[in-house]
């Protein structure tokens, strides 16, 4: 495909290969949003302490702080 500017020309090629590559790590980063979510609900299930690596910014745990 080639788009063409004024004063440039942009070619935009598809990768089967980059594609798959960039799927597989969405799915690592999903699966491991997921695991510690899992860590965390158990955690406070069983009325244990949070685990250390705790991250305040997985999409999939919502966090209240009260003081």
Do not use: T, W
């Not at 942009?10 to 999903?30: D, G, I, P, T, V």
């Not at 979510?37 to 949070?50: F, P, V, Y």
């Amino acid at each position: 495909m080639k788009k063409i500017f004024p004063s440039r020309i942009n070619y935009y090629f598809f990768s089967e290969k980059l594609k798959r590559e960039y799927l597989k790590s969405c799915c690592h980063k999903a699966e491991r949003l997921f695991a510690e979510a899992g860590s965390i609900q158990n955690s406070l299930d069983n009325k244990k302490k949070l685990p250390k690596q705790f991250c305040i910014n997985n999409p999939l745990v919502d966090v209240k702080y009260d003081y």
